[in-house]
T-cell receptor
Framework: DAKTTQPTSMDCAEGRAANLPCNHS???????VYWYRQIHSQGPQYIIH???NNETNEMASLIITEDRKSSTLILPHATLRDTAVYYC???????????FGEGTQLTVNP | GAVVSQHPSWVICKSGTSVKIECRSL??????MFWYRQFPKQSLMLMAT?????????EQGVEKDKFLINHASLTLSTLTVTSAHPEDSSFYIC???????????FGPGTRLTVT
């Protein structure tokens, strides 16, 4: 699986959009970009995934650059409950083994 | 979405004893389940891949005789930590692939403390 690079930490004001970047310059053509998050002392939670098109669901939006070397997870209206570690993972299918990096600690402030 | 449960949610045991952790997929069948371990302030590390009806595949550096994995049915996988030591104290998390194979659902984790 391709390696990903994420900022260690980010802050966001409650109610504002949180934009979390991820670099995956070695991604191959059949690898997806997945985002998971882990709230303190809980199991990770699936957020969204995409191949090359932008994706949106009830939780977030995923913007993937045209060259697929980077992506941005957008939480449109962050709440205090969105405070968590966010993991960007590149893999062929999420049903297979996942390699977690260090992720980004997002802190949403009131 | 699909639900994965773990039992117990936390356990304290004495050094030298064995502890069994259960992972269940509640509303779907999972031919493959995964076991992760997470130490404080660290990321998740995959320990092993558990396949129903066959032997688990362990990651490099994980002792298969110490961490026994059994995947006896499509909804249950167990991890037994044998002869536990204080350094085995960690947060153990299981996961299962969803029906679409594009999602992986995680359990809530089990906090193991070995005294």
């Amino acid at each position: 699986d391709a390696k990903t690079t994420q900022p260690t930490s980010m802050d966001c004001a409650e109610g504002r959009a949180a934009n979390l970047p991820c670099n995956h310059s070695t991604i191959s053509g059949n690898e997806y970009v997945y985002w998971y998050r882990q709230i303190h002392s809980q199991g990770p939670q699936y957020i969204i995934h995409g191949l090359k098109n932008n994706e949106t669901n009830e939780m977030a939006s995923l913007i993937i650059t045209e060259d697929r070397k980077s992506s941005t997870l957008i939480l449109p209206h962050a709440t205090l409950r969105d405070t968590a570690v966010y993991y960007c993972i590149v893999t062929k299918t999420s049903g297979s083994r996942l390699t977690f990096g260090e992720g980004t600690q997002l802190t949403v402030n009131p | 979405g699909a639900v994965v449960s773990q039992h117990p949610s936390w356990v304290i045991c004495k050094s030298g004893t064995s502890v069994k952790i259960e992972c269940r997929s509640l509303d779907f069948q999972a031919t493959t389940m995964f076991w992760y371990r997470q130490f404080p302030k660290q990321s998740l590390m995959l320990m092993a891949t558990s396949n129903e009806g066959s032997k688990a595949t362990y990651e490099q550096g994980v002792e298969k005789d110490k961490f026994l994995i059994n995947h006896a049915s499509l909804t249950l996988s167990t991890l037994t930590v044998t002869s536990a030591h204080p350094e085995d104290s960690s947060f153990y998390i299981c996961s299962a692939g969803g029906l679409s194979n594009y999602e992986q659902y995680f359990g809530p984790g089990t906090r193991l403390t070995v005294t």
